[in-house]
């Protein structure tokens, strides 16, 4: 089995889907509700909503999907930069003595980035 | 045999020796002393207290004695500074060994600590060691980095030193409270200094914040934690390792000892968790997520301290306990990646499954064990943070409205829980999948793939041997749980193992991760970096000092020319030259001499008051 293969990165996704929906099955609430379980005081419902069935599997998947979305395309949009942001000071001289502008030439006391591939 | 000296003396001794050995001979010390440092703490007497011979300016000082939390903490950096000095056997860098015994040293002597003073200076010392285990690295980037991190941590002693100083002139003692617990596990425990209830976690006076804005500081606390992740990916593969461990977790434990049930601190704990969180998936750089990851975790730590129930303070040590041991494994699987590869960007990296399997196996066990999946020791530690967070009846304040009780907490209580079990699921998302898959997997290992990077021996050793620990804490956690602070007879101190809780923690995780997968589009690393609030001291100051004040104070100098004189006066005085009136640098002379004359000047009023 390689990694590379499509065929089996199918079977890993068909893997844990099985997995998932054997989690959701297995939910203790669930099991209690169709009393399969019995009732177990150490798990009661603190808050409400942790007592519903599939509680976790619920807030586990929506938080993650508010987190990203909320991360990448709010919070991202507005506070990333290029990572060479703080390679460059914004106050060194952008012209030299004569006038001429300085931006777009190899600053040779840099290294050079190395250019992700 | 017992040990009747302060235990961090053996690392502060072994710090100076590595510095001066001749050859190679520091490699074997550097192992050696942290091993001593670990018998002495385990040998060191339950009741005494050592003392210097006769009392320092009228202070009573205890160098060393156990505190509630002192002896799980002291042992964990006493653990690390060993693995850590194993990882690092092959990379000839003694200053940076030298400084990380110091480090460890002095953080072990913060948790042995008997009072104020003692406890202080340790502290700073900590400052120290952990700056030129950062500068070691070489280089112009860890150079300026050192320099922002040691000037925060400048300032932040200043602050915890002036909260010191105004809480040991109001109270007249340097004593530190002795924490006891309440009727049971659940209930908040009670701190209390001779005979007196300490009310420093009630934040009444200004001492009160002051020392926990210095503690903060150090904590990582967002707005003021943006040194560590500024600083910790710039140290070399090993420096890092060493940096993870000490700073926040010692912070972790001033906060137990002087801020247990601190209300803020929930709240405070809460922000870092999920500002961890937020910061890590934006970033690309490995040892940037990691540092993330750290302040996440310490969110943990922190709102337990908050939270301030015995349960919660066991639960709090406990995962401080296990996070130094996953999350080292977690860095120095990233330092060998860096080290073998010379890439440390999620861009750069992938398809090193094949190529490092040894550093992938520990990687991923980390990657579990931070995400507290069953059978590592996250599980079993974090568990008694959140269990503790969902019984607010027992530790929230309430009061009366109107012959109404309601909760007297800034939010209502339950949002601690339910900001933590996201937190918990944001965790698997941002370094248990994350980390592994963008740095081992993300794109598939070329055909035939016949690289052998994995490390050299000893950081192999030293991952191994951290990986063992993740599981056998998660397996058999009772040896940590005899150490944690408080002990109830009969049964064990905490059952993490329940049908219910072991299926709603792989519900909580692999649902998380499906998230993962299903949003990988959008979690595709690109060439960035975040900003955070470090950006206002490394980019907004200067550009305001130049574009804004400067010109302000240049604008306003005829009328100071005309009306004042002053700097006409000053320049004569000084021999600037008039000619030229611009504000320079002063240098370090005059600035000293200013500040003596100021202090002289506030030491004559004093007198003659």
């Known amino acids: 089995m390689s990694l590379a293969d499509p065929q089996s990165i199918k079977r890993l996704w068909r893997g844990f889907y099985l997995l998932l929906a054997l989690l959701i099955l297995l939910d203790p609430k669930l099991l209690e509700l169709v009393h399969v379980l019995e009732h177990d005081p150490h798990h009661a419902a603190n808050f409400v909503v942790d007592g519903l069935p599939e509680f976790y599997a619920l807030y586990g998947f929506v938080t993650c999907i508010a987190m990203v979305v909320g991360s990448k395309l709010i919070l991202g949009k507005i506070l990333m930069r290029a990572d060479t942001y703080y390679d460059y000071d914004p106050l060194a001289p952008t012209r030299d003595s004569k006038g001429r502008p300085l931006r777009g030439k190899p600053d040779a006391s840099k290294p050079e980035r190395k250019e992700a591939h | ?609």
């Open chain 2, 1 to 609: 045999m017992a040990v009747e000296f302060p235990p961090a003396l053996i690392m502060l001794v072994g710090a100076l020796l590595i510095a001066v050995s001749p050859g190679k001979l520091y490699k074997g010390m550097s192992l050696v002393f942290p091993a001593l440092t670990l018998v002495a703490i385990w040998l060191f007497p339950e009741t005494i207290q050592v003392k210097p011979a006769s009392l320092w300016f009228g202070y009573d000082l205890v160098l060393a004695k156990l505190n509630g939390p002192t002896r799980p903490f002291a042992i964990i950096f006493a653990l690390m500074a060993l693995a850590g000095a194993l990882f690092a056997w092959n990379q000839d860098r003694r200053v940076e060994l030298a400084a990380a015994m110091l480090y460890a040293g002095s953080a072990i002597g913060v948790t042995f600590a008997g009072d104020l003073i003692t406890l202080f200076v340790f502290w700073e010392l900590m400052a120290v060691g952990s700056t030129i285990v950062v500068w070691s690295a070489g280089g112009e980037a860890a150079r300026k980095a050192g320099q922002r991190y040691v000037n925060v941590h400048l300032v932040g002693g200043a602050i915890l030193m002036a909260g010191l100083a105004l809480h040991v002139q109001q109270t007249g003692s340097i004593a530190l409270p002795t924490m006891t617990m309440g009727l049971d596990l659940t209930d908040p425990v009670r701190m209390s200094v001779q005979g007196q209830a300490w009310t420093l976690p009630l934040l009444e006076s200004p001492a009160a914040w002051l020392i926990l804005l210095g503690i903060l500081i150090n904590a990582g606390t967002p707005p003021f934690g943006s040194w560590l992740p500024d600083a910790y990916p710039e140290a070399s593969p090993s420096g890092t390792v060493f940096l993870s461990a000490f700073t926040t977790k010692t912070s972790v434990y001033v906060l137990i000892v002087l801020f247990a049930g601190c209300e803020l601190l929930i709240w405070a704990g809460c922000l870092m968790a999920i500002y961890g969180i937020v910061y890590a998936i934006l970033e690309n750089d490995m040892r940037r997520i990691l540092a993330y990851s750290i302040v996440n975790q310490v969110g943990f730590m922190v709102c337990a301290v908050g939270i301030g129930t015995g349960l919660a303070i066991n639960g709090a040590t406990a995962h401080a306990f296990a996070h130094i041991i996953y999350k080292a494994l977690l860095l120095m699987s990233a330092g060998s990646v860096l080290y073998m590869t010379g890439k440390r960007k999620c861009t750069d990296l992938g398809g090193l499954y094949k190529a490092m399997p040894i550093t992938m196996w520990c990687g991923i066990i980390g990657a579990l064990a931070i995400s507290s999946m069953p059978l590592t020791s996250g599980f079993t530690t974090k568990s008694m943070i959140t269990d503790a967070a969902s019984i607010p009846e027992n530790w929230a304040m309430v009061r009366e409205v109107g012959g109404q009780t309601v909760w007297a907490t800034l939010f209502h209580p339950s949002l601690a829980w339910f900001v933590l079990v996201a937190a918990s699921a944001g965790v698997f998302l941002h370094a248990g999948i994350k980390f592994p898959w963008f740095v081992f997997f993300q794109k598939a290992a070329p055909e035939n793939d016949a690289r052998k990077l994995d490390p050299p021996g000893n950081m192999k050793l030293a991952m191994l041997v951290f990986a063992a620990l993740c599981i056998a804490l998660g397996v058999f956690p009772k040896p940590l749980y005899d150490i944690l602070p408080f002990q109830v007879g009969g049964g064990p101190l905490y059952e993490a193992y329940s049908y219910a809780h072991v299926i709603n923690q792989l519900q909580l995780l692999l649902f998380a991760g499906l998230a993962f997968f299903l949003l990988l589009g959008l979690l595709k690393r690109t060439l960035t970096i975040t900003l955070d609030f470090d950006w206002l001291y490394r980019r907004f100051a200067p550009v305001a000092w130049t574009w804004i004040f400067r010109p302000l104070l240049r604008a306003a100098e005829p009328f100071h020319e005309g009306i004042l004189g002053i700097p006409a006066i000053a320049a004569r005085k000084w021999g600037h030259d008039e000619s030229k009136v611009d504000y320079q640098p002063w240098g370090v002379g005059t600035t000293v001499l200013v500040l003596t004359i100021v202090l002289a000047s506030f030491l004559a009023i004093h007198f003659y008051k």
